[in-house]
């Protein structure tokens, strides 16, 4: 039922319309905006899949080859080895703007260009393992930032989706229905006064018809 502190005059009937044309109107770009966000966020999700996999898997053969120099080299020579690196590595975090979502993006530079520099230690005391080890972390690097890149993205594109989601609901099943149906009651209540206005002026009509009918029949 309608809220019974509706005023049902012309000038609310035509407020009520110009809100319903904005309700409906944002109840579309929203459902358009849902429905881009979430065919991003599943292509985010399956590159999600892809790094995590990818990550996994060079971190598991870094693992291994460290855990072969150990067995070949020993722990407190692997240590020294890697006690004073010569790269070092400057992440720089930014955002960028996708559908109202502010998504990380990060951008990493080397100390130097030069690949080499990766190794810190000298290649006749260390074992090749060491060397296989140190490769796989320098490979995965740039795949570990996309990856916390995609994550972050993943979860405020989740929080932005759920958020639309609630707004879409709110105009469809709340907002929409509440101003047809006001609408629609205003339009009956004004109908419904035009009747009674014709009625009383018919009837008025009729004592006028009647009354001139009744003046002239006394005359004679």
């Known amino acids: 039922m309608?809220?019974?502190?509706?005023?049902?005059?012309?000038m609310e009937l035509t407020r009520l319309k110009k809100k319903l044309v904005t309700a409906r109107r944002g109840h579309k770009l929203l459902k358009d905006?849902?429905?881009?966000?979430?065919?991003?966020?599943?292509?985010?999700?399956?590159?999600?899949?892809?790094?995590?996999?990818?990550?996994?898997?060079g971190i598991a053969e870094a693992n291994r080859g460290f855990a072969l120099a150990e067995a070949?080299?020993?722990?407190?020579?692997?240590?020294?080895?890697?006690?004073?690196?010569?790269?070092?590595?400057?992440?720089?975090?930014?955002?960028?703007?996708v559908m109202s979502v502010?998504?990380?993006?990060?951008?990493?530079?080397?100390?130097?260009?030069?690949k080499?520099?990766?190794f810190s230690y000298g290649y006749v005391s260390t074992s090749a393992d060491l060397d296989t080890a140190v490769s796989s972390l320098a490979k995965v690097f740039p795949d570990m930032l996309r990856l916390a890149e995609v994550e972050k993205s993943c979860a405020l594109m989740a929080a932005e989706i759920e958020k639309t989601r609630r707004r879409v609901n709110a105009l469809e099943h709340v907002m929409i229905p509440d101003y047809t149906e006001k609408?629609?009651?205003?339009?009956?209540?004004?109908?419904?006064?035009?009747?009674?206005?014709?009625?009383?002026?018919?009837?008025?009509?009729?004592?006028?018809i009647k009354k001139n009918y009744d003046a002239k029949h006394a005359q004679k």
Do not use: C
């Not at 999600?48 to 898997?57: P, S």
């Not at 790269?87 to 955002?95: G, I, L, Y």
């Open 72 to 97: 070949v080299m020993g722990s407190e020579a692997v240590k020294t080895a890697l006690l004073a690196p010569k790269q070092s590595v400057s992440v720089d975090a930014s955002s960028k703007n």
């Open 183 to 208: 609408i629609h009651y205003i339009t009956m209540k004004l109908d419904e006064n035009e009747r009674s206005t014709q009625i009383r002026l018919l009837k008025v009509k009729d004592m006028v």
């Open 102 to 114: 502010n998504v990380p993006v990060f951008d990493y530079k080397t100390r130097t260009a030069d």
């Open 33 to 57: 905006k849902r429905d881009e966000l979430m065919r991003r966020f599943l292509e985010l999700v399956k590159e999600n899949k892809e790094l995590r996999l990818k990550v996994e898997k």
């Open 2 to 10: 309608p809220a019974t502190n509706v005023n049902p005059t012309r």
């Open 116 to 118: 080499s520099d990766i």
